[in-house]
Protein backbone atom coordinates (compact mmCIF):
# COMPACT_ATOMS: atom_id res chain seq x y z
CA UNK A 1 0.00 0.00 0.00
CA UNK A 2 0.85 3.36 -0.65
CA UNK A 3 -0.54 6.90 -0.11
CA UNK A 4 -3.94 4.86 0.76
CA UNK A 5 -3.89 3.01 -2.83
CA UNK A 6 -3.52 -0.98 -2.67
CA UNK A 7 -1.97 -2.42 -5.15
CA UNK A 8 -4.74 -4.98 -7.37
CA UNK A 9 -3.04 -5.08 -10.68
CA UNK A 10 -5.35 -2.42 -11.67
CA UNK A 11 -2.59 0.08 -13.01
CA UNK A 12 -4.65 0.08 -16.47
CA UNK A 13 -7.38 1.98 -15.23
CA UNK A 14 -5.76 4.44 -13.31
CA UNK A 15 -3.89 5.25 -16.75
CA UNK A 16 -7.51 6.14 -18.24
CA UNK A 17 -7.11 9.88 -16.18
CA UNK A 18 -4.36 11.47 -16.49
CA UNK A 19 -6.05 14.62 -14.90
CA UNK A 20 -9.24 15.14 -12.25
CA UNK A 21 -10.60 18.49 -11.48
CA UNK A 22 -13.38 19.01 -8.90
CA UNK A 23 -16.18 21.20 -9.00
CA UNK A 24 -18.66 22.47 -6.44
CA UNK A 25 -19.09 23.87 -2.96
CA UNK A 26 -17.44 23.03 0.55
CA UNK A 27 -18.25 19.24 0.21
CA UNK A 28 -15.84 19.30 -2.22
CA UNK A 29 -13.45 22.06 -0.83
CA UNK A 30 -13.14 19.87 2.03
CA UNK A 31 -14.75 21.64 4.70
CA UNK A 32 -13.98 20.13 7.96
CA UNK A 33 -10.95 18.18 7.28
CA UNK A 34 -8.08 20.78 7.61
CA UNK A 35 -4.86 19.57 5.62
CA UNK A 36 -2.02 17.78 8.00
CA UNK A 37 0.27 20.84 7.55
CA UNK A 38 -2.62 23.28 8.98
CA UNK A 39 -2.88 24.95 5.55
CA UNK A 40 -6.51 24.97 4.56
CA UNK A 41 -8.75 22.07 4.20
CA UNK A 42 -7.74 18.67 2.92
CA UNK A 43 -11.11 16.46 1.73
CA UNK A 44 -12.39 13.51 -0.14
CA UNK A 45 -11.47 15.07 -3.41
CA UNK A 46 -7.72 15.72 -2.55
CA UNK A 47 -7.31 12.09 -1.00
CA UNK A 48 -8.98 10.69 -4.28
CA UNK A 49 -6.38 12.82 -6.36
CA UNK A 50 -3.54 11.24 -4.37
CA UNK A 51 -4.50 7.31 -5.03
CA UNK A 52 -4.64 8.34 -8.64
CA UNK A 53 -1.42 10.26 -8.65
CA UNK A 54 0.46 7.23 -7.46
CA UNK A 55 3.46 6.35 -9.19
CA UNK A 56 2.34 8.94 -11.98
CA UNK A 57 3.89 12.27 -11.68
CA UNK A 58 2.64 13.90 -14.85
CA UNK A 59 -1.07 13.09 -13.31
CA UNK A 60 -2.45 16.76 -12.65
CA UNK A 61 -5.42 17.67 -10.20
CA UNK A 62 -7.31 21.08 -10.02
CA UNK A 63 -10.16 21.84 -7.43
CA UNK A 64 -12.16 24.45 -8.64
CA UNK A 65 -14.61 24.17 -5.20
CA UNK A 66 -15.23 27.02 -2.80
CA UNK A 67 -17.69 26.98 0.01
CA UNK A 68 -21.34 28.44 0.25
CA UNK A 69 -21.62 28.47 -3.36
CA UNK A 70 -25.34 27.70 -4.79
CA UNK A 71 -26.09 26.22 -7.83
CA UNK A 72 -26.07 29.19 -10.44
CA UNK A 73 -22.68 30.24 -9.45
CA UNK A 74 -20.91 26.74 -9.88
CA UNK A 75 -22.28 26.26 -13.04
CA UNK A 76 -21.64 29.83 -14.41
CA UNK A 77 -18.35 30.08 -12.32
CA UNK A 78 -16.36 27.06 -12.53
CA UNK A 79 -17.83 24.82 -15.04
CA UNK A 80 -16.75 26.76 -17.81
CA UNK A 81 -13.45 26.81 -16.09
CA UNK A 82 -13.12 22.88 -16.04
CA UNK A 83 -14.41 22.45 -19.13
CA UNK A 84 -12.04 24.24 -20.99
CA UNK A 85 -9.51 22.53 -19.11
CA UNK A 86 -10.31 19.11 -21.05
CA UNK A 87 -9.54 16.80 -17.64
CA UNK A 88 -10.75 13.34 -18.00
CA UNK A 89 -12.81 13.04 -14.91
CA UNK A 90 -14.55 15.55 -13.36
CA UNK A 91 -16.71 15.36 -10.62
CA UNK A 92 -19.65 17.57 -9.67
CA UNK A 93 -21.22 18.53 -6.65
CA UNK A 94 -23.67 21.59 -6.05
CA UNK A 95 -27.29 22.42 -5.24
CA UNK A 96 -26.85 21.86 -1.15
CA UNK A 97 -26.92 25.38 -0.61
CA UNK A 98 -29.85 26.11 -2.27
CA UNK A 99 -31.89 23.39 -0.74
CA UNK A 100 -31.26 25.38 2.54
CA UNK A 101 -32.71 28.40 1.13
CA UNK A 102 -36.45 29.37 1.46
CA UNK A 103 -36.83 29.83 -2.07
CA UNK A 104 -35.69 26.68 -3.38
CA UNK A 105 -37.34 25.66 -6.74
CA UNK A 106 -37.14 22.40 -7.31
CA UNK A 107 -38.21 21.91 -11.18
CA UNK A 108 -35.95 25.05 -11.96
CA UNK A 109 -33.06 23.77 -10.35
CA UNK A 110 -33.30 20.53 -11.73
CA UNK A 111 -33.39 21.24 -15.15
CA UNK A 112 -29.84 23.40 -15.26
CA UNK A 113 -28.66 20.22 -13.42
CA UNK A 114 -29.60 18.45 -16.02
CA UNK A 115 -28.26 20.77 -19.11
CA UNK A 116 -24.95 21.00 -16.44
CA UNK A 117 -24.06 17.34 -16.30
CA UNK A 118 -25.09 17.11 -20.16
CA UNK A 119 -22.25 19.62 -21.04
CA UNK A 120 -19.70 18.16 -18.61
CA UNK A 121 -19.86 14.73 -20.03
CA UNK A 122 -20.26 16.13 -23.71
CA UNK A 123 -16.50 16.80 -22.80
CA UNK A 124 -16.08 12.81 -23.02
CA UNK A 125 -14.51 13.10 -19.42
CA UNK A 126 -16.02 10.73 -17.14
CA UNK A 127 -18.11 12.49 -14.44
CA UNK A 128 -18.22 11.42 -11.07
CA UNK A 129 -21.84 12.93 -8.89
CA UNK A 130 -23.14 12.31 -5.89
CA UNK A 131 -26.53 11.41 -4.12
CA UNK A 132 -26.72 13.45 -0.71
CA UNK A 133 -26.61 11.43 2.65
CA UNK A 134 -28.97 11.76 4.59
CA UNK A 135 -28.20 14.55 7.27
CA UNK A 136 -32.39 15.90 7.78
CA UNK A 137 -32.47 14.19 11.17
CA UNK A 138 -29.83 16.47 12.58
CA UNK A 139 -30.61 19.77 11.24
CA UNK A 140 -32.61 22.34 11.90
CA UNK A 141 -36.05 22.25 9.51
CA UNK A 142 -35.14 19.06 8.28
CA UNK A 143 -38.52 17.97 7.88
CA UNK A 144 -38.40 20.98 5.13
CA UNK A 145 -35.59 19.69 3.82
CA UNK A 146 -36.08 15.80 3.43
CA UNK A 147 -38.41 16.33 0.92
CA UNK A 148 -36.41 18.36 -0.99
CA UNK A 149 -33.17 16.03 -0.46
CA UNK A 150 -35.56 13.22 -2.01
CA UNK A 151 -36.74 15.06 -5.02
CA UNK A 152 -33.27 16.45 -6.02
CA UNK A 153 -31.69 12.59 -5.17
CA UNK A 154 -34.17 11.16 -7.91
CA UNK A 155 -33.25 13.82 -10.37
CA UNK A 156 -29.47 13.59 -9.46
CA UNK A 157 -29.71 9.54 -10.47
CA UNK A 158 -31.88 10.20 -13.21
CA UNK A 159 -29.71 12.54 -14.50
CA UNK A 160 -26.93 10.60 -13.79
CA UNK A 161 -28.47 7.52 -15.56
CA UNK A 162 -29.37 9.77 -18.49
CA UNK A 163 -26.14 10.76 -19.46
CA UNK A 164 -24.04 8.03 -18.56
CA UNK A 165 -22.38 9.55 -15.48
CA UNK A 166 -20.82 7.78 -12.23
CA UNK A 167 -23.15 8.45 -9.65
CA UNK A 168 -21.97 7.94 -5.85
CA UNK A 169 -24.93 7.04 -3.73
CA UNK A 170 -24.03 8.53 -0.44
CA UNK A 171 -27.63 8.53 0.58
CA UNK A 172 -27.24 4.52 0.93
CA UNK A 173 -24.43 4.63 2.66
CA UNK A 174 -26.07 4.26 6.50
CA UNK A 175 -23.19 4.73 8.16
CA UNK A 176 -23.60 8.21 7.36
CA UNK A 177 -26.35 8.31 10.46
CA UNK A 178 -22.81 8.50 12.79
CA UNK A 179 -22.14 11.52 14.37
CA UNK A 180 -19.07 11.18 14.23
CA UNK A 181 -18.47 11.27 10.22
CA UNK A 182 -19.50 15.28 10.51
CA UNK A 183 -17.97 18.14 11.46
CA UNK A 184 -18.89 20.18 15.08
CA UNK A 185 -21.29 22.55 12.90
CA UNK A 186 -23.30 19.12 11.71
CA UNK A 187 -23.03 20.20 8.21
CA UNK A 188 -19.54 19.33 6.85
CA UNK A 189 -17.95 16.19 6.54
CA UNK A 190 -15.37 15.43 9.65
CA UNK A 191 -11.95 13.53 8.25
CA UNK A 192 -13.77 10.45 8.69
CA UNK A 193 -16.34 11.16 6.47
CA UNK A 194 -14.47 12.50 4.06
CA UNK A 195 -11.91 9.76 3.76
CA UNK A 196 -15.57 7.57 3.75
CA UNK A 197 -16.41 9.64 0.90
CA UNK A 198 -13.20 9.01 -1.50
CA UNK A 199 -13.80 5.39 -0.95
CA UNK A 200 -16.98 5.30 -2.60
CA UNK A 201 -15.48 7.55 -5.31
CA UNK A 202 -12.68 5.11 -6.23
CA UNK A 203 -14.70 2.28 -5.46
CA UNK A 204 -16.99 3.47 -7.86
CA UNK A 205 -14.63 3.78 -10.13
CA UNK A 206 -12.63 0.09 -9.94
CA UNK A 207 -9.73 1.69 -7.73
CA UNK A 208 -9.08 -0.09 -4.51
CA UNK A 209 -7.67 2.04 -1.60
CA UNK A 210 -6.93 1.52 1.68
CA UNK A 211 -10.18 -0.35 3.39
CA UNK A 212 -9.47 1.30 6.45
CA UNK A 213 -10.85 4.77 4.75
CA UNK A 214 -14.26 2.62 5.03
CA UNK A 215 -13.57 1.73 8.54
CA UNK A 216 -17.21 2.75 10.66
CA UNK A 217 -16.21 4.85 13.92
CA UNK A 218 -17.70 4.10 16.92
CA UNK A 219 -20.77 6.06 17.67
CA UNK A 220 -20.24 8.57 20.49
CA UNK A 221 -22.00 7.77 24.12
CA UNK A 222 -25.10 8.43 24.15
CA UNK A 223 -26.17 11.99 26.20
CA UNK A 224 -28.53 12.61 28.81
CA UNK A 225 -31.16 14.38 27.93
CA UNK A 226 -29.63 17.60 29.98
CA UNK A 227 -26.60 16.99 27.83
CA UNK A 228 -28.07 17.34 24.72
CA UNK A 229 -29.43 19.98 25.05
CA UNK A 230 -26.46 21.87 26.42
CA UNK A 231 -25.02 20.38 23.23
CA UNK A 232 -27.88 21.94 21.19
CA UNK A 233 -27.48 25.67 22.42
CA UNK A 234 -24.13 25.49 22.27
CA UNK A 235 -24.14 24.33 18.56
CA UNK A 236 -27.06 26.89 17.66
CA UNK A 237 -24.81 29.41 18.87
CA UNK A 238 -21.88 28.89 17.42
CA UNK A 239 -23.09 28.06 14.19
CA UNK A 240 -26.31 28.37 13.44
CA UNK A 241 -27.16 31.65 14.35
CA UNK A 242 -23.79 32.78 12.31
CA UNK A 243 -25.20 31.20 9.16
CA UNK A 244 -29.01 32.73 9.85
CA UNK A 245 -27.14 36.28 10.03
CA UNK A 246 -25.16 35.58 6.72
CA UNK A 247 -28.96 34.89 5.25
CA UNK A 248 -30.51 38.02 6.86
CA UNK A 249 -27.01 40.18 5.48
CA UNK A 250 -27.21 38.52 2.06
CA UNK A 251 -23.54 37.42 2.45
CA UNK A 252 -21.98 34.30 2.18
CA UNK A 253 -18.90 32.08 3.93
CA UNK A 254 -17.31 31.92 0.49
CA UNK A 255 -17.16 35.87 -0.11
CA UNK A 256 -13.60 36.20 0.54
CA UNK A 257 -12.34 32.60 -0.35
CA UNK A 258 -11.17 31.64 -3.80
CA UNK A 259 -11.05 28.27 -5.21
CA UNK A 260 -7.75 26.34 -3.42
CA UNK A 261 -6.15 24.54 -6.74
CA UNK A 262 -7.79 26.56 -9.31
CA UNK A 263 -5.61 25.37 -12.45
CA UNK A 264 -4.35 21.90 -13.45
CA UNK A 265 -1.33 21.10 -11.92
CA UNK A 266 0.78 17.81 -10.68
CA UNK A 267 -0.15 17.05 -6.53
CA UNK A 268 3.69 18.67 -5.97
CA UNK A 269 2.59 21.59 -6.54
CA UNK A 270 0.35 22.77 -4.24
Given amino acids: MRNGVLS???????ERWGSFVA???SFTEGLDDPRPDGKGYRGWADLVAGVLAVGRPEFRYANLA????????????QVPLAVAMKPDLISFAGGGNDALRRNWEHEGIVARFDRT???????GADVVMFRWADMTGRMPGGKMLRPRVDLFNNAIEAVGDKYGAHVVSLWDDTE?????LWGIDR???SP??????????LSKLDVACDPDWLAAPLPPEELSWMSRKAA??????????????????????GDMVTAKRPELAPLSEA
Fill in 23 to 25: VGD
Fill in 192 to 201: AGHRRVAAHV
Fill in 8 to 14: TGRSTTL
Fill in 117 to 123: IERLCAT
Fill in 176 to 180: FANPR
Fill in 66 to 77: VRGRLFDNIAAE
Fill in 232 to 253: DAKWATQHLAPWVKRRLTGKSS
Fill in 187 to 189: LHL
